[in-house]
């Protein structure tokens, strides 16, 4: 095959363009098979193409020469969630993960979208998510449509049988659209601490996570400030890219990255309340494997990204003291688990929480089926690894939590389709409910416990 001169790394491979899956990433792969039972895909298919060792096997086949990039090796390629619970699995530690996104990137170089996939793909990825106005603006419409009556009168009318029923599905869950905590705390340089001051952090606001779950970004600042931690919000911080480089678009991804690393230059410390952009930016060294200057800047950045829970187990935190007597069950969330090893941390937040009743849910690290916008562009493999998600939560219990917005709307899902009545909550919030209870009996004169 003759090679493209864009590409500029050494190693030898039949991969046509720049950033080709790495090969010291598959190196250690043995198909030794003990990925498999830990792969969703491949546990609903049972297809060795949708397992993690048949990816990395195409993968392998088309540096070789043996395959082409094409339909058959998109297929499997794009199937995957991304989950990386394989990662967990593998006792060679082979990073599936990377490999998977790498290879993404060459498909969509080789084979570019088109007509309304593209179009939605240039107007969401490129147009949208990464300009905050451009999302405030969307966010303001969203409230509009859901305060003014308008979402009740489209619901009645019967306009929703229009739309695919996955999309019907998700806007049924749709959260309540607040104002963005960016505009909120756009005059203030630093939201202080509420009593003393014991470390400045910089907080990661998010793009959807600020339209649509600011309530959460709002209870991570109050968590964050009751616990003596100064917060900063750069103003020039967009998107983390997770979603364009999961869709293959590296390109705009490294264009957000070095945003962020520049925005967040001066921070000692960057927490996130959302394992999926928690993961991107740790993984930010990733992008820039052929610009070794910004390589490092990217290596130094990716140290200072720590998870909201693993941020307070590792500081310390105050212990409510009001019982909030709820039974919780906890899933966690794939890119916090196998992304970035983060599984006791918010268990430890909550067990704290007097009153709180926790109750095991059996593979609580497997995948939900959001990954993403995955339960967007394949809803049926997304819904099946769904209803084998929900079969695995316990009834008997009030709130569901977690620590990733995507997967909170798709575990919503899951209650309201299977007939469930639990709450699906963040982590974090059901510690601020826990401290504003506090509050509310202070103000009473109740004593505490």
Known sequence: MIKDPTCTTKSLTNYKWKEHPDEEKWADCVHCGLCLEACPTYEITGQEQHS???RVHLIKSVAEGKLEVNERFMDPVFTCLDCRACETACPADVQVGGLIEEARGQIRQAMPLSGWKGMVSKVFLEGLFPYHN???????????Y?????????????????????????EAVMPKVNPPARKKYKNQEVIKAKNESKQEVAFLTGCIMDVMFSDINESTINVL??????????????????LHVHAGNRETGRKLAKQNI???????????????????????????????????????????VQDISKYLYDTGYETPSTPLNKRITYHDACHLAHGQNVREEPRDLLINIPGVEMVHMPNADRCCGSAGIYNITNPEMAGA??????????EDVEMISMGNPGCML????????????????HTVQVLDWAYKQDDEQKERGVPDG
């Not at 451009?134 to 509009?144: D, E, Q």
């Not at 003596?228 to 998107?239: A, E, F, L, M, Y």
């Not at 230059?265 to 820039?288: H, I, R, W």
């Not at 690894?385 to 316990?394: A, C, Y």
């Open 134 to 144: 451009r999302l405030n603006k969307l966010g303001s419409l969203l409230g509009i």
């Open 410 to 425: 798709q575990m919503a899902m899951g209650v309201e389709k299977y007939g469930r009545n639990q709450k699906i909550v």
């Open 146 to 170: 859901q305060k003014s009556g308008m979402q009740k009168a489209v619901r009645k009318t019967g306009l929703m049988k229009v739309m695919p029923q996955h999309l019907v599905d998700m």
């Open 385 to 394: 690894v769904l209803e084998s998600k929900m079969e695995n939560v316990p």
């Open 52 to 54: 993690p060792r048949g």
């Open 262 to 304: 520049e925005a967040f230059k001066d921070a000692d410390t960057v927490v996130v309340n959302s394992a999926g952009c928690g993961c991107m930016l740790q993984d930010y060294p990733e992008l820039f494997r052929e610009e070794p200057e910004w390589q490092e800047k990217a290596e130094q950045f990716s140290k200072k």
């Open 225 to 242: 400030t009751r616990n003596g931690s100064d917060v900063t919000i750069p103003k020039n911080q967009t998107c983390c890219g997770a």
